[in-house]
């Protein structure tokens, strides 16, 4: 069997790795599922406004808040802290 004390073949880390692992990935979905639909999502609005509503404005407010929401999605994912490291001093750097 395994010799650590909580009883996981990882070497100690258990159920709370695995889930700021989830976290993270959760957080880099988010991130990378943002980054990929802002072109779509705001040309989708600029059609649809332009076309029923004759003006571009809500293209424009749409795509100020898609910037906001990706800004704040990459903040997220550069400051969230790797489990693996003890001190906390070294982020995680990879999209792994």
Known sequence: MSDNPKGSPRGGFGDEHEKDWREYKRIRNTFSLVFVTYV?????????????????????????????LFAFNGLRLST?????????????RGTT
């Open 40 to 68: 779509p999502v705001c040309f989708g609005v600029a059609v649809v406004s332009g076309k029923f509503l004759g003006t571009l404005t809500p293209a424009f407010v749409v795509a100020g808040l898609w910037m906001v």
């Open 80 to 92: 969230w802290r790797c489990p693996s490291v003890e001190n906390g001093s070294r982020r995680h």
